[in-house]
């Protein structure tokens, strides 16, 4: 019985010789708490990806006609309701901006999200009439930002490709 209860007595030091540059994910710093963070992407199929995988921005015709773009934010670390703003550029032109005031979705993973902010795209007057065929294959910068309740910001911006989508997925 003794020998039991000194082996007991050596497994709680057995596996802590290993060290972490900080704290585990999700937990406050020392001093300090984590900050809000976004992440923005898109879904293909039932599967997201974020801009920082692919740097595809599709453009899609929408089923109650003109093109869109459907980014989705993924946050954490913030209030539920929020109010978030996209602005698709390229170079000097903005072809498109949107702002939503929403609650987040808890997805389950850790992630909140608002699943689409719905950016209309287009050429900037006086040319907001004319075909964008012009804009596909090309960059342009997708700048996301986001306002909690609370007056907390953040906000992500990304250079992408404009590719064309046939269907919304």
């Given at each position: 019985m003794a020998r039991a209860l000194w082996i007991l007595a050596l497994v709680p030091s057995v596996g802590c010789s290993?060290?972490?540059s900080g704290p585990p994910?999700?937990?406050e710093p020392p001093g300090g708490k984590l900050g809000a963070e976004i992440l923005?992407?898109?879904y293909s199929?039932?599967?997201f990806s974020s801009l920082a995988e692919s740097d595809q921005c599709p453009v899609l015709w929408g089923l109650q006609g003109g093109n869109w773009t459907m980014p989705t934010v993924r946050a954490r670390r913030m209030a539920l309701h929020i109010q978030a703003s996209g602005k698709l550029?390229?170079?000097n032109e903005e072809l498109g901006h949107?702002?939503?005031d929403a609650d987040l979705v808890d997805r389950g993973d850790g992630w909140l999200e608002l699943t689409y902010?719905?950016?209309?795209v287009s050429h900037a007057p006086p040319n907001e009439a004319a075909p964008i065929d012009d804009i596909y294959q090309?960059?342009?910068?997708?700048?996301?930002?986001?306002?909690?309740?609370n007056g907390q910001t953040v906000t992500d911006q990304h250079d992408v490709v404009l590719i064309q989508s046939e269907v919304t997925e």
């Amino acid at each position: 019985m003794a020998r039991a209860l000194w082996i007991l007595a050596l497994v709680p030091s057995v596996g802590c010789s290993g060290s972490s540059s900080g704290p585990p994910s999700g937990q406050e710093p020392p001093g300090g708490k984590l900050g809000a963070e976004i992440l923005v992407g898109y879904y293909s199929k039932i599967a997201f990806s974020s801009l920082a995988e692919s740097d595809q921005c599709p453009v899609l015709w929408g089923l109650q006609g003109g093109n869109w773009t459907m980014p989705t934010v993924r946050a954490r670390r913030m209030a539920l309701h929020i109010q978030a703003s996209g602005k698709l550029a390229m170079g000097n032109e903005e072809l498109g901006h949107a702002t939503m005031d929403a609650d987040l979705v808890d997805r389950g993973d850790g992630w909140l999200e608002l699943t689409y902010l719905p950016i209309p795209v287009s050429h900037a007057p006086p040319n907001e009439a004319a075909p964008i065929d012009d804009i596909y294959q090309k960059r342009a910068r997708l700048t996301f930002s986001v306002v909690d309740e609370n007056g907390q910001t953040v906000t992500d911006q990304h250079d992408v490709v404009l590719i064309q989508s046939e269907v919304t997925e």
